[in-house]
């Protein structure tokens, strides 16, 4: 029996991010206090906007985790809270399944935690992407809303690729990120195979590069490994005759 796995290994080229902005005018009414998402776990006050990006953690496609976003609130104002994260690595924070709504305070005056469960999508692209927080007050904040009243913060999650693609290595590791130059022949990318520890099959994954090329933002390269049976030789009886009289003896290599 043969076994076929069609898998995606993403994304080797990934020029900078352009996302788009979002700001809050007022500081002192409403605003987080901390985030706390996997191994994130960041204090921070009052500034309408932070960009938090130099923190990240690592998540796996598949597993789900705790997001836990605490406010600081001056009035019993009602506040909402919502989180975005870039699955896809398109620089779009609200595709399908990129938005997470963490309810509102109940009008809760001082300190409010919202919470929910996250899961990874099976399917997310391996590398570096943006989380956007939001609190709102009144209103479902947006992406990239610019209010009077509220506080957004940004942060970076690494999507470490599918342990069920270690067979597939781009330039030498599992889960591959960073830029090329375009233009520059000498600029390459080696893709690497390793059938150690599996069973007989076909193996199938697609390695998606992307790009900053208005006209051709994505590339998708098709790669097949087929792991087939190989017979090793009885060395006991074919190359070492078990009647010791004849004096003969054999070495068997086998590549």
């Not at 996997?38 to 923190?55: H, K, L, P, R």
Request: aromatic share 8%; charged share 20%.
């Amino acid at each position: 029996n043969t076994k076929s796995r069609k898998q995606k290994k993403e994304s080797i080229i990934d020029l900078s991010r352009a996302y788009c902005s979002t700001s809050y005018s007022n500081t002192a009414d409403d605003w987080i206090t901390n985030v706390s998402f996997n191994n994130i776990n960041n204090s921070s006050g009052s500034a309408g906007y932070e960009d938090y990006t130099a923190i990240s953690t690592d998540l796996t496609p598949g597993s789900s985790y705790d997001l836990d976003v605490d406010i600081q609130v001056g009035g019993a104002w009602e506040q909402h809270c919502w989180a975005w994260i870039d699955w896809n690595q398109n620089d779009v924070l609200d595709d399908a399944g990129e938005a997470f709504d963490l309810g509102d305070n109940g009008s809760t005056s001082g300190a409010y935690q919202f919470s929910l469960n996250i899961t990874v999508p099976v399917d997310a692209v391996v590398g570096s992407t943006r989380m956007r927080i939001a609190e709102r007050y009144t209103d479902n904040p947006e992406p990239c809303t610019s209010a009077t009243y509220g506080e957004a913060e940004d942060y970076t999650v690494n999507i470490l690729p599918d342990p069920s693609l270690n067979w597939l290595t781009l330039d030498g590791g599992h889960g591959v990120s960073g830029t090329i130059i375009g233009g520059d022949p000498d600029d390459t990318i080696t893709v690497g195979f390793d059938s150690d520890g599996l069973a007989v099959g076909v193996y199938e994954a697609d390695i998606v590069v992307t790009s900053n090329d208005p006209d051709e933002a994505s590339i998708t390269i098709p790669v097949i490994l087929n792991v087939a049976a190989v017979v090793i030789p009885n060395a006991a009886s074919e190359f070492f005759p078990t009647d010791s009289s004849t004096g003969l003896s054999r070495q068997v290599t086998v590549d």
